[in-house]
């Protein structure tokens, strides 16, 4: 009978209020748990070849290393268990808060017992990764707010790395009554501080309002840095300004990229107050408006310069048939033949472009030094001969092109350029045209109306391939490794055959960089005048009907797909056997400037250097790349040497009185200067004369022959005399 006089007390809740606070707190420890248990349990392997636990030997290594973060993939998650995955998709603000608990948890077990003096733990940081699609900077719209998105591009823009409180405390002024560990919210969100002072003392008069000031020296901080992510440039729409987004880094990720990174960013979207604008409107409009920002979560930097070319996304079916293309016998004469197929003729211009966008392999010595493995190509020449639809065709179908144009574009503007920040009033670097085009082709139109100072600052990018800067207490080198093709038109608009060197207006030391000169001129040919007015006529008419690619062409996807696959598979070198080839031709190619110097006794504007020996291995090599070869046999080395001698060494041999760079000495100038005289005077406007005698009166005053027909061939240029009579008889016109 002894519990007879207990009975119980029974109540009823009124408020009903309590329950579902606690049912929010149970589900935040169920999930906390269950996260623990996935960084406890997730295991790779299988039982037969024995099995690692992930998480937990990654949460070990790293904390042992003092670096407290680990590194989460998605994929992983999902696969232990789905909801979790979800949720993180979903709400990843809570969740990631969460799934730091959790791992501090595991981290706490598994690193017992520590050492003294490090008995306090430390708040482990979760990045995430996953192998999703990424979306894109115009695809995030108001229904992606605060959900994990993830986000390819450029870093153009970089912060110093400052400081953000985590927890603060705070002090009353007048009745110094503190508050600790007040959380602040991660990200650009900041903390209102409370208006009003609640303490309540008797005998002392009421605060006043807005009483609280933080206490430094109590806070909490972590380590955090702004970015400043610019779309991939092969995602924005024709004609349009690339977008930019404020990237929120915090803890370890801080200094993870530099500008000029292609990198791929996981976040979550979220947004901040926009900031007050001075002139406060009556009518508050901008009360409920907020900017957007990304608060990352993870990061991946993209290796390799070529940046988000298809490499990544190859399948094997495209894989097998790319291997394919590339064992065609004739793919060279193909490739060739597929770019700008809308331009008719310059075959060899077409062959040395596609080197150029194969290019040849970078290596790196013993000592730390770099060879650059991009060609430089460089076009001179009249105007209409489709040098800068070329550059368009080069700029769409490199894995990254960029098109300038030479009076347009500054020194910094192609470099890198230092620009003070807005809000912070520091110093912080953007890079240009060069850098952005790392691992791809940049397009310089009109090279010859750039401004000397600016030509100079490319001198570096096209040798060395780093843009060192040296401004504004920055100092530092960037990568830009990429090809250069330019074009540019001789300093009298269209070529002067008279004038021969003054029509290259270029330092040798900007010459000597390039790996192909090529001179295009504009013949006058009736032949070709004719098949290049059908073709162009054929390319009118049939504009819009003809679609697919003609036979014996590949098409541009294609050819874009099959050279960032080369590109990323392929590293050929030379064969022993090439090399010998190739040493004993450069002798010869340096013995015959020399002597053809000696010849004309003047130094040829289009030096012969080791670069240039440098430029064939690059060429032999590229060839051998679009085959897929491991080595650049004696048939690469060949057909190397033909192109640079259709280009370069033409352009810089071509010194009987005829060709391009006629070397023509002052006495040969005014020679023709002189039978030009006399010829004028034997006979008037009007008249007409036998070729023959002329010819046969000027070589008996000791003229020689090609001098004679050098200046008739010119006058008939200018339009003064004409042929008539089956070319047999001169008749003067003007």
């Known amino acids: 009978m002894s519990g007879f006089d207990d009975p119980g007390i029974y109540y009823s809740d009124s408020f009903g209020g309590d329950a579902s606070v606690d049912d929010g707190q149970v589900r935040k420890s169920q999930l906390q748990k269950r996260f623990k248990e996935f960084l406890r349990q997730y295991r790779v392997g299988t039982d037969r070849t024995g099995f690692t636990f992930k998480y937990r030997d990654e949460l070990k290594r790293h904390y042992n290393l003092s670096q407290y973060w680990v590194e989460v993939e998605m994929e992983d998650l999902a696969s232990f268990d789905e909801d979790l995955a979800d949720y993180l998709y979903k709400q990843p603000a809570e969740h990631l808060q969460l799934l730091e608990e959790a791992a501090k948890e595991v981290a706490d077990e598994v690193t017992r017992p520590r050492p003294s003096g490090e008995e306090t733990l430390q708040d482990i940081q979760v990045m995430l990764r996953s192998d999703a699609n990424a979306a894109n900077i115009r695809s995030l719209k108001s229904d992606q707010m605060s959900h994990l998105v993830k986000i390819p591009g450029i870093v153009i823009a970089a912060t110093p790395v400052r400081v953000k409180a985590t927890k603060i405390s705070i002090q009353c002024r007048s009745c110094r009554n503190t508050i600790n560990n007040i959380a602040v919210r991660p990200g650009l969100e900041g903390y209102a501080l409370p208006r009003k002072c609640n303490t309540e003392q008797a005998g002392r008069p009421k605060c006043p309002l807005d009483p609280y000031f933080i206490m430094p020296d109590k806070c909490k901080c972590v380590d955090f840095q702004v970015l400043k992510l610019q779309e991939s440039p092969d995602a924005v729409p024709h004609g349009e300004m690339p977008r930019h987004m404020q990237l929120y880094c915090d803890r370890y990720l801080c ?56 490499a990544g996304s190859v399948t094997p079916q495209e894989e097998e048939e790319l291997r394919h293309l590339a064992a065609m016998p004739n793919i060279y004469e193909t490739i060739a033949k597929s770019i700008a197929p809308s331009i008719y003729g310059s075959t060899d211009i077409k062959k040395a472009i596609a080197c150029l966008l194969f290019g040849g392999s970078r290596k790196r010595l013993p000592d730390g030094l770099t060879r650059r493995g991009d060609i430089n190509l460089l076009m001179l020449g009249d105007p209409g001969t489709a040098k800068s639809q070329l550059l368009k065709f080069v700029e769409k179908c490199s894995p990254i092109g960029v098109y300038t144009s030479g009076k347009g574009s500054s020194a910094a503007g192609l470099t890198a350029s230092v620009i003070r920040d807005p809000s912070s009033r520091s110093f912080f670097m953007e890079g240009g045209a060069m850098v952005l085009a790392d691992g791809g082709v940049v397009c310089i139109d009109e090279f010859d109306k750039m401004r000397e100072d600016d030509r100079v600052a490319i001198h570096e990018a096209m040798e060395q391939q780093t843009i060192s800067i040296a401004k504004a207490g920055i100092t530092t080198t960037l990568n830009s490794r990429c090809s250069v093709l330019a074009a540019a038109n001789s300093v009298f608009g269209r070529w002067d055959e008279t004038k021969g060197e003054e029509n290259i207006d270029f330092m040798p030391t900007i010459l000597s960089r390039f790996d192909m000169i090529f001179i295009v001129k504009d013949e006058h040919n009736e032949e070709r005048d004719m098949t290049l007015a059908k073709h162009v006529m054929s390319l009118h008419v049939s504009a819009l009907t003809q679609t697919q690619a003609v036979e014996g062409e590949i098409e541009l996807n294609k050819l874009k797909k099959l050279i960032s696959f080369c590109r990323t598979k392929c590293g050929p070198r030379l064969s022993a056997a090439a090399a010998e080839k190739l040493k004993n031709r450069y002798i010869l190619m340096r013995s015959g400037t020399r002597q053809h110097e000696q010849e004309s006794d003047r130094r040829s504007s289009i030096p012969i250097t080791v670069r240039q020996l440098e430029a064939i291995v690059r060429i032999a090599e590229s060839l051998a790349k679009m085959k897929l070869q491991p080595f650049a046999t004696e048939v690469d080395v060949e057909e190397a040497l033909r192109l640079f001698h259709v280009s370069t060494l033409d352009a810089a041999m071509s010194g009987n009185l005829s060709g391009a760079e006629g070397f023509t000495t002052q006495e040969d100038q005014e020679m023709l200067s002189r039978i030009e005289k006399q010829l004028k005077r034997r006979f008037a406007i009007g008249s007409q004369v036998s070729e023959h005698s002329i010819v046969q009166d000027f070589m008996r005053q000791k003229y020689p022959e090609h001098a004679i027909y050098k200046v008739l061939q010119l006058m008939m240029r200018r339009g003064e005399i004409q042929h008539r009579m089956q070319r047999k008889v001169l008749y003067r016109i003007k």
């Open 255 to 310: 200094d993870k990229v530099v500008p000029g990174n292609r990198v791929t960013i996981m976040g979550i979207y979220s947004i901040k107050k926009s900031a007050q604008s001075k002139n406060r409107s009556r009518d508050n409009v901008g009360v409920g408006i907020r900017s957007a920002y990304i608060r990352v979560v993870g990061i991946q930097v993209d290796v390799e310069g070529s940046g988000h070319s298809f």
